[in-house]
């Protein structure tokens, strides 16, 4: 971990921090990192103070490369172009302050630094906007030269496939006469849209009300399919929900599922139906099961909603309460003739 006395203190170190907490940089321990245009390597020695175990800066400018090495030898800074980063690296964060202007081809670079991401990475993006109502790249002249920055439609337009989130203004850059923005940018995922509550809560209703243009599955139809053989599957899975097998009793079949080691089999043929698009399940599922569930959808990839609602009306463990009630029931009726018996 860095000392803050190993921190360079020059002109400017105010507004370097300044920028540190307009970027809002997401906790960093025991993540990968990579500033892009690192300059003299000030966030990317804030990564390394803040747990990141990867770290690397990168800049073309080799004299600003090399005061960063003196400044924060925990690093890795390499005098490269952007245009030249390995294949096979991936990193959790990726910051690009203060240098988006000086590509070529600057939504070509923010593309390319999207396919840098770590599964669950996030592009820090500070970006000067011009203004303008078109989706523009307009010309602005700066006390030091002229460069092209976007309009807020261009940019919208840019990150219209990602998930991104605008973060506020960033500090001022001195010379630059239009303001800078921050946007924290993801890969999006399909969605898993759960609705699992008990029998009877009307999920299907819901479901119907809600995603009539999504791919569906019917839990309760997918445990018929699989046990009677019609849904390739594990023949472990099929067996065991082949046995004794009732369209009245779901429920229990469920409960019985996810009470044993076969759930990730039953779930798995749920993203061999889905194939990676966002998807609707109508199906009961215990409620202690639901995070487990999810956990699962997240590990491959999904971003998984668990729609939950009132249901007064719901019934718990159907085909058992319906036993129960019957003998109940049946216990009255006994008690009543052997009143009448009895006058």
């Known amino acids: 971990m860095i000392g803050y006395q190993t921190f360079p203190y020059r002109p400017g170190a105010s507004d370097s921090l300044n920028k540190l907490t307009q970027l809002k940089i997401l906790p960093l321990t025991a993540k990968t990192f990579l500033d892009v245009g690192c300059n003299e390597g000030f966030f990317c020695g804030y990564a390394l103070f803040d747990g990141a175990r990867k770290v690397v800066g990168i800049d073309i400018n080799e004299q600003f490369i090399q005061s960063a090495k003196q400044n924060f030898p925990g690093c890795d800074f390499r005098v490269q172009s952007w245009n030249d980063l390995p294949s096979d690296e991936k990193y959790d964060v990726i910051l ?43 010309e602005v002249k700066r006390s030091i030269d002229t460069r092209y920055f976007p309009t807020q439609n261009k940019v919208n337009s840019i990150l219209s496939d990602y998930a991104y989130k605008y973060m506020g203004e960033s500090s001022p850059q001195i010379g630059d006469p239009i303001p800078r923005y921050v946007y924290h940018i993801r890969r999006k995922k399909p969605y898993a849209f ?85 998807f609707a399940y109508d199906g009961y599922v215990p409620s202690s099961y639901h995070d487990l569930i999810s956990d699962y959808l997240k590990s491959n990839d999904y971003f998984p909603i668990n729609l939950c609602w009132d249901s007064p009306d719901s019934l718990d463990d159907l085909g058992v309460r319906t036993k129960a009630e019957a003998r109940k029931y049946a216990m009255y009726l006994a008690a009543v003739r052997s009143k009448i018996r009895n006058r």
């Not at 839990?219 to 849904?231: A, C, E, P, T, V």
């Not at 599922?257 to 749920?270: A, C, G, P, R």
Request: aromatic share 6%; net charge negative; proline share 2%.
């Open 194 to 278: 759960l609705l699992m509550q008990k029998p009877g809560a009307g999920k299907t209703t819901t479901r119907k009300a809600l995603f009539q243009d999504q791919k569906v599955i019917s839990g309760d139809k997918l445990i018929l399919d699989i046990g009677s053989k019609k849904q390739s599957c594990s023949s472990e899975l099929q067996d065991f929900l082949a046995q004794g097998l009732n369209p009245a009793k779901i429920d229990l079949a469920v409960r019985s599922l996810f009470s044993s080691q076969l759930w990730k089999d039953y779930l798995d043929v749920i993203l061999q139906i889905t194939n990676g698009e966002t």
């Open 96 to 138: 690009c302050s203060s240098a988006l202007h000086y590509a070529d081809d600057q939504e070509k670079l923010i593309h390319m630094l999207m396919d840098k991401l770590s599964r669950n990475g996030v592009l820090i993006l500070e970006v000067g906007i011009a203004d303008g109502n078109g989706s523009d790249w307009v």
